[in-house]
């Protein structure tokens, strides 16, 4: 069975500074990743997926299959980037069934 | 069409009541699925129906847990015999055609369940 990993609760940051959530996966197969935000009052929604190779809010991550990571990075940390952050695994033809980690709360302070 | 509307937004009961939550999705969404979040964990994948079709169930928690959607347009998912555990955000989500592994889930706002 899959499993996601993230192995921060809480990441605190400055405005400004660079950011890394981690996420790691164990899955035999090959799996499609997702990154997940949560911004305070509102509905969990889609930030990124692997397979579009996409930068978004200025948020990138790269799937490394060697590494079974996929962390979600970004140089320069703001304010409205505070929020619930969630990775998710699906895999192929499961009909999009996603297994999500048990997230990372980020706090960006001014 | 506002996106995925779950009701009751909020559920107190007591333990041992039945209990029944309203998903209402996108309306041009064919997949409908349901989670379960409680505090500090990610959402846990429960169940999904294809139209009206229930293709996994296997992840329903226990015999209490059941889902329907008849018409392959709102779904319920219903708890019988409430416990205290069952206290979570039960989160549905929807998704179009997309095909297999989009991966982008349409979530509604939630309905908590507290089990006094």
């Known amino acids: 069975a899959q499993r996601v990993t993230q192995p921060e609760k809480l990441l605190s940051v400055f405005k400004g500074a660079p950011v890394e959530l981690k996420c790691n996966y164990s899955?035999?197969?090959?799996?499609?990743l997702f990154w997940y935000v949560q911004y305070s009052r509102q509905r969990l929604q889609l930030l990124l997926r692997?397979?579009s190779r996409e930068s978004i809010k200025g948020f990138t991550a790269d799937l490394n299959k060697g590494e079974t990571s996929f962390h979600l990075k970004k140089p320069f940390a703001q304010e409205e980037d505070s929020a619930m952050y969630y990775c998710a695994l699906s895999v192929f033809n499961a009909g999009n069934m996603l297994t999500f980690g048990g997230g990372t709360r980020l706090m960006v302070k001014p | 069409d506002t996106g995925v509307s779950q009701n009751p937004r909020h559920k107190i009961t007591k333990r041992g009541q039945n209990v029944t939550f309203r998903c209402d999705p996108i309306s041009e969404h064919n997949r409908l699925y349901w989670y379960r979040q409680t505090l500090g964990q990610g959402p846990e994948f429960l169940t999904y129906f294809q139209n009206e079709a229930q293709l996994e169930k296997s992840r329903l928690l226990s015999d209490r847990f059941s889902a329907e959607r008849p018409k392959g347009s709102f779904s319920t998912l219903e708890i019988q015999r409430t416990e205290q555990g069952d206290s979570a955000m039960y989160l549905c989500?929807?998704?179009?055609?997309?095909?297999?592994?989009?991966?982008?889930?349409?979530f509604g706002e939630g309905s908590r369940l507290t089990v006094l």
């Open positions: 692997h397979i």
């Open positions: 989500a929807s998704s179009g055609k997309q095909g297999a592994g989009t991966g982008e889930l349409f």
């Open positions: 899955y035999s197969g090959s799996p499609e």
